[in-house]
Structures are given as C-alpha cells and as structure tokens.
Nanobody, 125 residues
Framework: VVEPLQSGGGSVPAGGLMTLSCEIS????????VAWFRRSSTSAFEGVGG????????YAGDSVQGRFSVSQDGAKKTVYLHMNSLKPEDTAIYYC??????????????????WGQGTQVTVAS
C-alpha cells in the first residue's frame, strides 16, 4: 500500500487556524475511512477526527469537538483536517491514516492500516 502524503503544518499563534492535507494514493481492501491522530510530548497518542470515505460522515475527538473538522475533496483523494481556535495544548505531531473505522456506542474507533509521514503543528501561547 502506498502511504498517504501529508502537507501543511508549522507554527501558528494561539487562537489561530490551520489546515492539514492528506493525499491518498491507495486504500487497503478493508479501509473505509481516513482518520487523523496526534502525538504530543506530554500525552498519549490521540485520535482527533476522521471521515468515512463513501458517505462523507465525519467525527471529531472529544478534546477537539467544535474546533476541528474533517473534509475530503470530491474525488476522495485528499482529506483535510481543519483546525480552528488553536490552543498551545494542540501542539503535536499530526498523522493521517487510511483506516477501518466503526462507530460503537456513539464513539468512533479507527484501526489504521497506512500512515502518513506526520507533520508538526506548534501553537505559540
């Protein structure tokens, strides 16, 4: 499987906004969504959102609800993570991954199969 290619990232002041891109060349047979994750220096790996490729349905992680959203282009080749009202605690390396996603008891679960290379987002206080 060809890994997704990420772009975007960098530094932004608190309260600012940023969009990350994830270009998808190939999905594994079981994949049905693209999920976004992040890892900061102080916290565990965290899912921040995702989009089901066929339906376009999206979900967002509890810590970013109302601030982060996910979209995809019409060809479903590029997925975007839109981040608004950024906080210093959003500083992390962000990854996209083609995944198999399910919704269980109202919570999204993503099983990643192919990861993007990661991109650093730094939010200055």
């Amino acid at each position: 499987v060809v890994e997704p290619l990420q772009s975007g990232g960098g530094s932004v002041p608190a309260g600012g906004l940023m969009t990350l891109s994830c270009e998808i060349s190939q999905y594994a047979a079981r994949d049905n969504c693209v999920a976004w994750f992040r890892r900061s220096s102080t916290s565990a790996f965290e899912g921040v959102g995702g989009i089901f490729s066929e339906s376009g349905d999206t979900y967002a992680g509890d810590s970013v609800q109302g601030r982060f959203s996910v979209s995809q282009d019409g060809a479903k080749k590029t997925v975007y993570l839109h981040m608004n009202s950024l906080k210093p605690e959003d500083t992390a390396i962000y990854y996209c991954a083609t995944s198999y996603c399910t919704i269980e008891n109202g919570q999204a679960r993503a099983a990643p199969s192919s990861w993007g290379q990661g991109t650093q987002v730094t939010v200055a206080s």
